[in-house]
């Protein structure tokens, strides 16, 4: 296919998203990482039947974490989708980079402070 | 086993606002089982706490462990070697766990990462009830194994009250009412009629919270 994606992707390469532990997402924080995506595969088509739901799950956890510390929940995301969508996996990491420039550095890298506020839903201005 | 759960993580932030070097401390006992205060919680507490600190700029130094149990003085002991080089102790055990730590501890502060909940068991993974409140005296075996101090809301030996509806507590319709639960279970084992014929006499519940602080001493098992 010969498709590119973002060089700022840096890929972690897991046996199934099931293994993808709280930690492991929140020390891609901690070291500095402007946003993490978890890319599984499509709901209802895990080979370990429920590691994408487990994934989910953790997924969320992260987001109430980041949004309960201040730091935007969109710098964590979910995305679904088989290893035969080639096309899909680049429209991923474009969108997510997209969205992450958006949102700016990540204040855990410039220890600016708070850049979310719970219950607002929007970001506070720094 | 005694259910537990995190504090919110800001009221911890703000809670060790003044110090820069903290021991963590999980205990392997009820919490870890309850996935409250085990390892892995102190794993993910102490890189939420980092998180927070890097957001505002300022560093902190955490060590973490995760003692067998903080409800023994041999256990709390094991940090003994290095407590005096942190300004606070940050305990993910249950209120003994932070009490424990606190009077082994004298000159630095032990503080509270979760709130301590109650006795009780799992219902389905993630889902823990109340069973017990250790009352000190014990009488499932004239209640159908169902425990009214617990059960029931106003912890009544002789009931069920008139807030019993349909099967419900009137302090919330998705909680059950002891008393019927109990009635429904010792009319199935056959009881009901020769256990209620008298009154439960009046509770001393100076075995319970209302006598101060409880203490038991076993001569046969003292060194």
Redesign the interface.
Known sequence: MRLDYPPNVKIVRVPCTGKVDLLHILKAFEQGMDGVYVAGCLEGECHFLRGNLRAKKRVGHVKRILAALGINPERIQMYNLSAAMGGRFVEIAREMTGKVRALGPSPIKTGKGREFVEGQGEEKKQ | MIVAQAK???DI?TMIDRYDKIILAGCKACVAVCAAGGE?EV??LA??I???R?????AIEIREVTLERQCDPEYVEQIRGFAGDYQAVLSIACGVGVQYMAEHYKTIPALPGLNTSFMGGSLEQGVWSERCQGCGQCILHLTGGICPVTRCSKSLFNGPCGGSSKGKCEVSPEMECGWQLIIDRLKALGEFENRFTELFPIKDWSTSRDGGQRKITREDMKA
């Open positions: 919110p993580i800001e932030v892995k794993g993910i890189s939420a980092t998180l927070a890097k957001r505002d700029g300022r």
